[in-house]
C-alpha cells in the first residue's frame, strides 16, 4: 500500500513534494557582507564562522540530478531568476546547459524523465494547494505541454514501463475529489483515454510491466487495507492487512515476465521483509529480512527484474547483496566513496549511473559512473558555496524509553563543541529539540539543512525517532496509535533527559521546535510539560486534533479509517475523548514560554484555521506570541524569500530565548510574502524590519 503519512507528501520521480524542503535562492550583497561575521559561542570558546542563512536555506545550486534514457542528456533543478527551474545538458557538454522550463512562482519540485523517451514531465500546485497538474517539456524545444488542464484537480503518476515508451498511466480527481480514476496518457499526442472510472473507491492501484491494471487497494474500516486482484471486469480479494500490519506491508512490483510479484511482509514477524510470491502457485519465497529495521528499496535487474541488491536503513542506510552481481557492484561503489552513496538515475541499458554521494558534515555530491570502464566523474556538489565552511557531524545515539523501547536518535554538536571525540560536549550547550513530521515518517542519518543551521548558531540539536515512528517494525510504529500527546510526547521527554544526564545541556536551556507533527509536538511540549521547554518553534502543526480530521482534504478519503485508528476516532465516545485531551488549544491556559508559529494560507492539510485558533486564544488571554503568516504558501515554506524570512525571524525568536548567536534579519524579508498578525515587538529587530518591508519589495 503507498500510504500517505498524515504530514508526508507524494513522491514524483523520486522527489519528495513536502514540508519544508530546504531549496533555496540566495542574496549575494548580504552572503558578501556576513560570510566574515565570525561570532563566539555563548557556551563554548570555538570560534564559529557564521554561516550566511541563504548559504543553508537557499536554492541549492544543483539538485535532483537524472540521466536520460539513453545517456544523450542529463538533467538537473537549478534557479533561474531565484525560481527552480528544470536544466538539460548534452551529458558529454555540461557547460552547455540551459533551462527548459520557465517557472516564476514556488519553484519545481519533482519531475522525471519518460521511461524510454527523450522527455521530461513535471507536477505543479498553485501556492502550496497540493493540487498537482502534470505537465511535459521537450528538452530540445523547450515547448511545454500541459497534460492536465483542470481545476481542483490532484494528479497522480500511477505507472510507466520502458517496453511501452510514451504511455503513462495516470489517476485524476476531477469528476470526485474523493477518489482518483484511472486515465492512459500518450505524452506525444496529449491524449487522455481512461482506464478505469473508480466507483470501488480504491484508494491505490498496482500495474505489471504491461501496464496492465492488476490490484486496486481500500483501506478496511479497521484501519487495515485490502488489495483486490483484477479478473476481467471483477475484482477478488487477494491480500488482506490487518492494523497491526498496515505500515509494514505492502506490494513491491513484479518481475519482468510479470509471474512473481514481490512484497513487503510483516505477518508473523516484526520488521518488513521482501518476499516473493508466485502468482500461479502462490508459494511464497523469503528474498531478505533484517532484525532491527524494515527492508527499504532495491536495485533489480532491467532483464528479469528479479533484486540483486537491496537497502535496510537502522541508524544509517546501508546496501546488502543478494547474489555476486550485487557484491561486484557494491564493492566499487564503497572503494569510491566515503559515507553514504545512493543510485538516483541510470539510463536504460543500466550501463550509466547517477549516484550521490553525501556525509553528514558535507554536502552532497553528483557523479556520474561508467559502469563498463568503472569510471567516476563528479559532476558537481548540491551546495558548492558550502564546501570551504566547517560543517558539524551527526551521531547516531540511542536512546532508551521510560518503558524499555530504543529510540533511534541523532545528535549534532556545534564543529569544535567536542574537542576529544567522545561524541559530548565540553561544556553543556543549549539545545533545540527537532522533531519530525509524519509522524509517520523518520529521521534518518545525513547532512541536513536544520541541524547545521542550529549548529552553527551554538545550539546542541537532538533528533528522535519516537515510537509511531516507521522503519523500525510494527511493534514500534503501532506502539503510537493513540498516543499523541502521551507516550509518543513522553519519548520526548525522555530523550531531553537522556541528554541533560549526558551532560549535553542543562534543564533550562531547552527549546521544542518542528514542522506538521513536529508543529503539534511543539505546541504539546509547552501545554502538557510547559516546564520542561524555554520556547518552542510551530511550523504548520495542528492545535485541535478534532478541527484536524473534521477537514482533511477529499483525496484523503481512503486514509480516514487509518487516522481514526491511528490518532482518535471522533465519532466515538471514547476517541472523542482522547482527541480533546490531545489537543494543545484545550490546554491554552498552560503555555508560559514564548511560542513562535509559521502557516502557509493555503495549506491543504493542516488548515490555516488550525494556526489562527490558538493564537487567538492566546492573544484572549494575554499569552504572548509571534505569528508568522504567509499568504502564498501550503505546508511548509517553498519560495526561498518566504523561507529566508521566517528563518530569520525563528533564529532571531531562538537567540532571545537560548542565548544563541544570530545573523541579523537585515534585508531577508524581500521578495517574502511575511505578515505578523502578532508579536512583532517580542522578536528583535523585526517590527523594525516590517516597517522597511512595502508592497514594492514584498513577494
Known sequence: MKLKC???????????????????????????????????SSTNDVQLELIPRELIFGNPTYSSVQISPNGSMISYLAPVDGVMNIWVAPADDFASAKPITTDKGRGIRGYGWVAGMEKLLYVQD??????????????????????????????LFLAS????????????????????????????????????????????????NDLTMRFGQKSTSAGG??????????????LEIPPEDLYTTGL??????????????????????????????????????????????????????????????????????????????????????????????????????????????????????????????????????????????MTPEMIKSRDGLTLVSYLTLPPGADADGDGRPEQALPLVLNVHGGPWARDSYGYRSTPQWLANRGYAVLQVNFRGSTGFGKSFVNAG?????????????????????????????????????GGYATLAGLTITPDRFACGVDIVGPSNLETLLASIPPYWESFRKVLEKRVGDPNTEEGLAILKKASPLNSVDNIVKPLLIGQGANDPRVKQAESDQIVDAMKAKNIPVTYALFPDEGHGFARPENRLAFYGVAEGFLANCLGGNAEPIGDDLTGSSLTVPAGAEDIEGLSEALKGFTSENRG
Not at 487495507?225 to 487477494?238: G, M, P, V
Not at 513487503?264 to 508466485?278: F, I, V, Y
Open 126 to 155: 498553485k501556492g502550496g494547494d497540493e493540487n498537482f497538474l502534470l505537465y511535459g517539456v521537450d528538452p530540445k524545444t523547450g515547448e511545454e505541454t500541459l497534460y492536465t488542464p483542470f481545476e481542483n484537480t490532484r494528479v
Open 6 to 40: 498524515l504530514f508526508v507528501s507524494l513522491a514524483f520521480s523520486a522527489t519528495l513534494i513536502g514540508c519544508g524542503s530546504a531549496n533555496d535562492t540566495q542574496n549575494s550583497q548580504t552572503a558578501d557582507k556576513q560570510a566574515q561575521q565570525t561570532a563566539d
Open 481 to 517: 496509535d493513540l498516543e499523541w500527546g502521551l507516550k509518543m510526547h513522553d519519548d520526548l521527554i525522555d530523550a531531553i533527559d537522556w541528554a541533560v544526564a549526558e551532560k549535553i545541556t542543562t534543564n533550562d536551556k531547552i527549546a521544542i521546535m518542528g514542522g506538521s507533527y
Open 252 to 393: 513491491a512490483g513484479f518481475s519482468k515476465d510479470n509471474k512473481t510479484l514481490y512484497l513487503q511482509e510483516s505477518k508473523g514477524r516484526d520488521t518488513s521483509a521482501l518476499l516473493a510470491m508466485d502468482l500461479e502457485t502462490g508459494e511464497k519465497t523469503l528474498v531478505a529480512e533484517d532484525d532491527r529495521a524494515d527492508i527499504g528499496g532495491t536495485w533489480r535487474d532491467k532483464d528479469t527484474g528479479v533484486p540483486y541488491v537491496y537497502s535496510v536503513n537502522y541508524d544509517k542506510n546501508s546496501y546488502v547483496a543478494l547474489d555476486d552481481r550485487g557484491k561486484e557492484i557494491l564493492a566499487k561503489l564503497e572503494a569510491q566513496f566515503d559515507g553514504e552513496f545512493a543510485r538516483v538515475s541510470a539510463t536504460q541499458d543500466e550501463e550509466t549511473w547517477i549516484v550521490l554521494n553525501s556525509q553528514s558534515n558535507k554536502v552532497a555530491s553528483y557523479y556520474s559512473w561508467d559502469l563498463k570502464t568503472n569510471t567516476f566523474s563528479r559532476l558537481f556538489a548540491t551546495r558548492p558555496e558550502l564546501e570551504d565552511k566547517t560543517l558539524a557531524l
Open 225 to 238: 487495507s485490502e488489495y483486490y486482484k483484477k479478473n476481467d471486469d471483477a475484482w477478488e480479494l487477494f
Open 161 to 208: 514501463s520502458s517496453d511501452i515508451p510514451g504511455k503513462q498511466m495516470i489517476g485524476i480527481n476531477n469528476r470526485d475529489p474523493r477518489w482518483h480514476d484511472v486515465y492512459e496518457l500518450d505524452v506525444n499526442t496529449g491524449e487522455l483515454t481512461l482506464v478505469f472510472e473508480n466507483t470501488e473507491n480504491f484508494g491505490g492501484f498496482s500495474f505489471d
